[in-house]
């Protein structure tokens, strides 16, 4: 049987009009029924924006605090027990929530705050490649999860939507770690697509009213897309969103490839029935995509090599680089990768391309977007 995505437009972060939008997706996917089976009376539910790091209000980096209240608006009429929480990839959960407004929408709406620092550890049998976990206790134990992810270009792995969102889910500065554990894209998608088993989330409405393309997931360029996508298949959520911004085989993506290869969830469009809007009526035909990465490249020497050849790499933009040093703390290979040397006046970062795993955390939260993703001229070549 086909996964079931609504696709809505629309064209504004209007509170009022965005709430009308979601009942609209819930009335597609099966009315009252459907919501009351998704949250069942009395259940505890956790709304899990994307709070990546500590952004102004209405910033494409994060999800939008007036989508963030529509959501709440909706979900409230069906629990009074409401929670929000997520841990960014740099800085407070608290001040994040603060400063892009959605503290503040949960304060008037009564829905409470979880800064995902407390943890459990929990087996997950039937991994694809990791088994033992710590992740977010408030995600692990609630009742109804619902992911709330931002559609965004992403260095490392192309794209971020409903499945890499979860990433959230693992508290702190262990998500460094699993960086450097998961050191290429495949990898990567196995360990986000294992956590997602582990912690599952039973419904995704994704904020794509103004996402991000190019130099994602921090530094790119808000795209005005006017879409909404809910469903409660996160691997149809994402690959009905890479659909409208232009890949024809979600499959290009690795974390879609490595799930269509696992039988995890539908992700080719054949097994998606989108009701609502026609993809191809709200296709962006000029996003900006993400070029190939280097999820091709292994560890040994041989590889190393022609993969420093070809792989992008994190490219310093030095006008804008504000000498934060954020690259250099965040960046998670010891011994260090990165080295702060002065340069034309100020201190700046050297990238030692040889052992650079090419996690792009630096590029992912540098405050100013001084890093983007490079590529080689035979990279250029290659993957013209
Ligand atoms: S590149 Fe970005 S993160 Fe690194 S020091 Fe410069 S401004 Fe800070
Ligand atoms: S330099 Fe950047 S891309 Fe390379 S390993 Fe460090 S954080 Fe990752």
Not at 35 to 48: E, N, R, T
Not at 122 to 137: F, M, R, T, Y
Request: some cysteine; hydrophobic content about 40%; overall charge neutral.
């Amino acid at each position: 049987m086909k996964e079931k995505v609504a696709l809505l437009r629309c064209a504004s972060y209007d509170v009022d009009i965005i709430e009308e939008k979601i009942k609209e997706g819930f009335s597609l996917l099966g009315g009252e029924k459907y919501i009351k089976d998704l949250i069942p009376f009395g259940s505890k539910v956790l709304l899990k924006p994307n709070l990546l790091s500590v952004e102004e209000e209405n910033s494409p980096v994060v999800t939008n605090h007036a989508f963030f209240e529509a959501v709440v608006r909706v979900i409230k009429d069906y629990t009074d027990n409401l929670i929000f929480g997520d841990s960014p990839g740099f800085g407070s959960s608290e001040k994040a929530a603060q400063k892009a407004g959605l503290m503040d929408v949960a304060k008037r709406y009564g829905v409470g705050f979880d800064p995902f620092t407390e943890k459990v550890s929990a087996e997950l049998k039937e991994a694809i490649l990791v088994k033992n976990w710590d992740v977010a206790k408030v995600a692990y134990e609630a009742d109804v999860l619902i992911s709330l992810p931002k559609l965004k270009t992403h260095g490392m792995m192309y794209f971020t939507g409903a499945v890499k969102n979860q990433f959230g889910c693992v508290p702190g500065t262990q998500k460094a770690l699993w960086h450097t554990r998961m050191n290429n894209g495949d990898n990567f998608s196995k360990m986000l697509l294992d956590l997602n088993k582990l912690v599952k989330t039973d419904f995704a409405i994704m904020d794509g009213i103004i996402a991000m393309e190019g130099n994602g997931p921090k530094s790119g360029t808000p795209k005005k897309m006017d879409s909404i996508i809910m469903g409660e298949s996160l691997t149809a959520v994402d690959s009905t969103a890479l659909g409208l911004i232009g890949y024809e085989d979600p499959r290009e993506v690795p974390q879609y490839r490595i799930a269509h290869e696992f039988s995890w969830g539908k992700v080719l469009p054949e097994d998606i029935l989108i009701l609502g809007e026609s993809l191809d009526e709200m296709k962006v035909k000029d996003f900006k995509k993400i070029r190939r990465t280097n999820e091709i490249f292994g560890n040994s020497n041989g590889m190393k090599f022609i993969k420093n050849l070809i792989a992008p790499y994190p490219k310093l933009l030095h006008e804008k680089c504000i000498s934060c040093n954020r690259c250099y703390e965040v960046c998670p290979e010891k011994p260090r990768v990165i080295e702060m040397v002065e340069k034309n006046g100020k201190s700046v970062p050297v990238f030692d391309k040889k052992t650079c795993i090419r996690c792009f955390c630096c590029q992912e939260l540098c405050p100013v977007g001084a890093l983007e993703v490079g590529e080689t001229l035979l990279g250029k070549m290659i993957y013209k």
